[in-house]
């Protein structure tokens, strides 16, 4: 069986997007192949995955998936939110990470407003089940999280069983 994409999906952009220094991919490219494959696509547990035509699988979880941001440079995790698809096309479109707020049900251009602590895309992967997206990104500013934190996991379990603030 081969990846279909969800009745309605609009095409994404097909310009090419600059993922980091001298480095272009255009977006049927852009997610990383880390399984063996020949030209047309893969077997992952008995069903062929199309490698021309994968994407997350968003009505898995009602239209979210998680998306984990990771420092391209050191592999710290800097935070989790969640993707709608508009937010996954608009992060390939211009290279820096948009997501969708659960809470106030906007998309959300991760730093592109006031701070302007962008999140800028390296590389892009999804997981073997296609439900959540690891973007290892450059974080301008150095700054990830809303309270100032370099992290937004900055709360640590000590071994007394609390939870006390971690160092950055």
Same mark, same amino acid.
């Given at each position: ?12 952009p ?12 255009n977006k049927?490219l852009?997610?990383?192949r ?5 030209d ?9 995955? @199309? #490698?021309?035509?994968i994407?997350?699988?968003f009505d898995k979880? =009602? $239209?979210l998936?998680?998306?984990v941001?990771?420092?391209?440079a ?9 993707m ?6 608009r ?13 106030r ?8 407003g006031r701070?302007?602590r ?10 073997? @089940? #296609? ?5 290892k990104?450059?974080q301008v =500013? $150095?700054?990830s999280?809303?309270t ?18 971690a160092?950055d």
């Amino acid at each position: 069986m081969i990846a279909k994409k969800p009745p309605g999906h609009k095409a994404g952009p097909s310009k090419a997007l600059a993922l980091g220094p001298k480095m272009r991919y255009n977006k049927k490219l852009l997610i990383y192949r880390y399984f063996a494959s020949n030209d047309r696509g893969f077997t992952m547990g008995g069903k062929e995955i @199309d #490698l021309e035509r994968i994407e997350p699988d968003f009505d898995k979880a =009602g $239209g979210l998936v998680p998306a984990v941001a990771q420092d391209a440079a050191t592999g710290e995790i800097l935070m989790l939110a969640y993707m709608n698809r508009e937010a996954f096309d608009r992060t390939l479109a211009t290279g820096e990470a948009h997501y969708w707020s659960r809470s106030r049900r906007v998309l959300w251009h991760k730093g592109g407003g006031r701070s302007g602590r962008v999140q800028k895309v390296r590389e892009l992967r999804l997981d073997c @089940d #296609l439900d959540t997206v690891l973007l290892k990104i450059e974080q301008v =500013g $150095g700054i990830s999280c809303h309270t100032g934190r370099r992290t937004c996991f900055h709360y640590l379990l000590g071994p007394d069983g609390r939870f006390r603030l971690a160092e950055d």
